[in-house]
């Protein structure tokens, strides 16, 4: 049964305040929840109160202090009713009994090598306790957690500590109390209960409250934490000083456990993550790994503004949380690294994960206006496109005009859970602008395709463009309305600098941004003194596909001189995408491959230019990757012709610059290790070119890389080496394989790099590996990350592979979400969307692809997660 945006009301009751009180036990957590409720004034008397629950087994129920008799409720697992509720504000108490132990799902609360601990968003809650378990019920927790002390000496909960001590008559055990003074929703809420050891900081916001930082972590991981901490800190101070936004408890704890689901969760005050991204040192942790530590501590941290004082309505309006907070921790890493480098990341990610998102049968609108599940929309769209979304609202409303908007929305809504169209309308109402028309970028979905054809006439030293926009029609959406798309542009002359121009007719510019808004548009700039070289879309400044046909010569000059870096790189993108594609058709007609020699110079320019910064030279000499082609091609793909063009081309660059990669090579770095951007630009810088060098036909090359491999004394070029090693089946590789995993062997983070680079090895051989590796000793299917960097990796980093012609990829991937689905569908669902672009395959595996598919779907018992993907995929 859909769940419709429509179909939104309020509750008829509120809950104020919540007393918890949690015994914890294993295989019997005994919880008991007193509950502050009152009656809407429009709720008439009498009216049923029907609180959630989730597989939950009830052991006492009174109001206001009394057992109530069974004639006055109905009880099942997943749902209390009580039939006639007091019309005055009553207590209610209920007892609960639940099995952390026996919790494969890890949502509600559950054991991860041993600490008690929670993941309530999205309906996670209701499995601890029956309740109003929705994002619009707004009540202040106090926290009562009792343990054995031997089992659990430390004891978290939301908010302020308050109390502590020892239980009595009960010797081994011991209790905390915690109070949360800010109403939050039950999503937020969280308690930690576990033999773990931490570090502290402490952090003095500008109005001059002191906070004490903990960063809790199994034992022996202390060391680990520095990186994390630092983030943290960096992340209060910029909140301060970018946004206005300053931190309102006296603790900020955050918990690293090694089994969740997603990333991490920003309960309030009490943070707990995915160790992934809190665990970090020079030998364990890659230089992408320190990123992406920094951004989600910033995401989570950003949250308790956007998110927690300011929260959702309901969950279609999760983008008001997630794009809004993904926005900020973009902006956050654009000021603590190399704003174009991250801005290039940004979109590699955006067009990797929520182009093919929204161009298959998993697409829906950034505010999707129905689900089944919803925990299946925590997606790139509602997080990444969402996240531009709020980027093109600055882009129209201007820096100013944007500061005050967020100014009006966290003075106007603390407090409240609020709706997509309150967030709007204060942008709105400080700008003076129309935004309606805007407000539809939430409400459809799929990627605007932008068509671009352009003249100059010399004797009117004139540019005509002719614009279009579509959005190619999706399930649910035959048809797309035109939106509005803020265009960055620049006019760039015969020196490479930007031209000027008289006047611009046909759209509305502002500044350097052309606003389209109509499906055609013609628009006329006058006073262009030569043929310019057309630089769209600068900055990535809309999430749409351009099209705008442009020569081999000029995306090469752009790539020298457009004084926009993000198209400066994606100039030398296109220019490489054009020339791969010549390559795959090649491929497919059994032709030789033959690479272009401008791609080939200008990535050799791109290599010898010591002007620019190695990190976005570093990610210039990068080529798309095999999915980004898949995604060019769009349909009838061979996922074999596009690994072979891609090869083609890699082996002819590297056999090319040999010499300048040599050069590359001998200029790395030594010395102390240094997590920061700038030494980790060089790092890449490097590595990219040993990347080349090793598809060359360099005689010495495998000998060079597997040295680099012996004399890494960090993870980031120990992962790099290894992976060209095994990737590219060099001598060496399993002498190489088998030194990093005993290296690693304690290590459960760096063995998932082990599983990860097996799986996506693009070799023949690669499925058997993998099918042993998921029989190993050190595999774990209950570990969501071991099962992310096996079975996840190789459905979603090995195209070629996946995608083998007899089918066997799919079947194998498809095996594993069976498994998965009866022990954590949350998990099973997530690996189960590796299949939404099955259609593009040519026939024979389209139809592999389909029996899959097929297959999960006739499957009894199926988890309402994996059905609601599964029956999306076959629409
Ligand atoms: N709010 C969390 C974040 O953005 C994600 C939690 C997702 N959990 C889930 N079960 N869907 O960091
Ligand atoms: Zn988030």
Not at 141 to 158: C, Q
Not at 401 to 412: C, I, P
Not at 588 to 594: N, P, Q, R, S, T
Request: aromatic residues 8%; proline residues 5%.
């Amino acid at each position: 049964p859909a769940i419709r945006l429509e179909d939104y009301s309020p509750a008829p009751y509120t809950i104020e305040a919540v007393a918890l009180d949690m015994q914890l036990a294993p295989k019997a957590t005994q919880v008991h929840a007193r509950l502050t409720i009152r009656r809407l004034t429009d709720t008439l008397p009498g009216t049923p109160l029907v609180l959630d629950g989730g597989g939950l087994e009830l052991t006492s129920l009174s109001v206001n202090g009394v057992a109530i008799p069974v004639e006055s409720y109905t009880v099942t697992p997943d749902k209390l009713e009580l039939l006639s509720p007091p019309s005055e504000p009553f207590e209610l108490e209920i007892g609960t009994r639940i099995d952390p132990d026996a919790n494969t799902q890890l949502e509600g609360l559950y054991r991860s090598s041993g600490t008690y601990c929670t993941q309530c968003e999205a309906e996670g809650f209701r499995r601890i306790t029956y309740f109003l378990d929705r994002p619009d019920v707004l009540a202040v927790y106090t926290t009562r957690i009792e343990a054995r002390k031997s089992e659990a000496p430390i004891l978290l909960g939301n908010g302020n500590p308050v109390e502590s001590g020892p239980v009595p008559d009960k010797p081994e055990r011991h209790f905390a109390i915690w109070h949360d003074p800010h109403p939050k929703p039950s999503y937020l809420f969280a308690m930690v209960a576990g033999d773990l050891a931490h570090v502290a900081d402490s952090f003095t916001t500008r109005s001059g409250r002191n906070v004490d930082l903990k960063i809790y972590v199994e034992h022996g991981r202390e060391d680990k934490c520095d990186w994390a901490m630092d983030s943290l800190k960096r992340s209060m101070r910029w909140d301060e000083e970018v946004f206005g936004c300053e931190y309102d408890l006296d603790v900020f704890n955050i918990v690293a456990v090694s089994d969740f689901n997603m990333g991490a969760m920003e309960n309030k005050g009490l943070n707990i993550f995915n160790d992934k991204y809190v665990l970090a040192d020079q030998d364990t942790a890659t230089d992408q790994d320190y990123a992406n530590i920094e951004a989600v501590i910033a995401h989570e941290y950003f949250h308790n503004w956007t998110g927690n004082r300011i929260t959702c309505r309901d969950w279609f309006q999760l983008c008001l949380k997630e794009g809004l907070t993904v926005f900020r921790d973009q902006e956050f890493s654009s000021d603590m690294r190399s704003r174009a480098v991250k801005r290039i990341s940004d979109v590699r990610l955006l067009k990797s994960h929520q182009f093919p998102e929204d161009a298959g049968p998993l697409a829906h609108p950034v505010r999707p206006r129905k689900y089944t599940e919803i925990n299946n929309f925590y997606t790139a769209t509602v997080y990444e496109k969402g996240a531009e979304v709020v980027r093109m609202l600055k882009t129209l409303v201007g820096a100013d005009g944007f500061k005050a908007g967020t100014d009006l929305y966290f003075q106007r809504h603390d407090g409240e859970a609020t709706t997509i169209e309150a967030f709007l309308a204060c942008f709105a109402e400080v700008s003076g602008q129309d935004l309606s028309h805007f407000a539809l970028w939430y409400e459809q979905a799929g990627t605007p395709l932008v068509e671009v054809e352009s003249s100059y006439d010399a004797t009117a030293q004139s540019l005509t463009l002719q614009i279009s926009q579509e959005i190619a029609p999706l399930p649910g959406q035959a048809d797309s309305k035109p939106a509005v798309i803020p265009i960055r542009f620049g006019l760039i002359g015969s020196d490479g600098a930007d031209m000027s121009f008289d006047k611009v007719e046909g759209a509305e510019v502002r500044q350097d941004c052309l606003i389209l808004s109509q499906r055609r548009q013609t628009v006329r700039f006058s006073g262009v003194s030569e043929r310019p070289a057309l630089s769209l879309l600068r900055g990535f400044s809309a999430p749409v596909k351009l099209h705008a046909p442009e020569k081999d010569q000029d995306l090469a000059f752009r790539a020298a001189h457009d004084s926009d870096p993000f198209n400066r790189w994606q100039a030398s993108q296109t220019l490489a995408t054009q020339s791969l594609l010549r390559l795959v058709r090649a491929a497919e007609a059994g032709e030789e491959l033959v690479a272009d020699s401008v791609v080939l110079d200008v990535f050799g320019s791109i290599l010898s230019d010591g002007s620019l910064d190695p990190a976005f030279r570093a990610l210039s000499l990068q080529l798309p990757g095999e999915a980004d082609l898949a995604r060019e091609i769009g349909k009838n793909v061979d996922p074999t012709a596009v690994l072979k063009a891609r090869d083609a081309l890699r082996a002819a660059l590297g056999s090319t610059h040999m010499d300048l990669l040599r050069a590359a090579l001998s200029q790395r770095e030594s010395g102390p290790f240094d997590p920061g951007a700038e030494a980790a630009g060089k790092r890449a810088l490097a590595n990219q070119a040993l990347a080349y060098f090793a598809a060359s036909d360099a005689s010495d090359a495998a000998l060079i890389v597997n040295d680099l491999f012996d004399r890494a004394d960090n993870m980031t070029d120990r992962l790099a080496a290894l992976t060209l090693l095994v990737h590219g089946d060099l001598p060496g590789a399993q002498a190489a394989l088998e030194a990093f995993r005993n290296r690693h062997e304690t290590s459960s983070l760096a063995l998932d790099k082990w599983f990860m680079v097996q799986a996506t090895a693009p070799l023949s051989s690669t499925l058997e590996t993998v099918r042993d590796l998921a029989g190993h000793r050190l595999f774990d299917e209950n570990n969501p990350n071991r099962v992310r960097s096996l079975v996840h990796a190789f459905a979603t980093g090995n195209p070629s592979q996946f995608g083998r012609p007899d089918g066997a990829g799919f079947s194998f991937v498809a095996d594993h979400v069976l498994a998965l689905d009866a022990r954590n569908p949350q998990v099973a669902a997530r690996l189960l969307t590796c299949f939404r672009s099955w259609r593009a395959y040519e026939a024979q595996r389209s139809s592999h692809a389909e029996a899959a598919l097929q297959r999960i779907s006739e499957a009894e018992n199926l988890s309402r997660d994996s059905r609601d993907i599964v029956d999306r995929c076959l629409q």
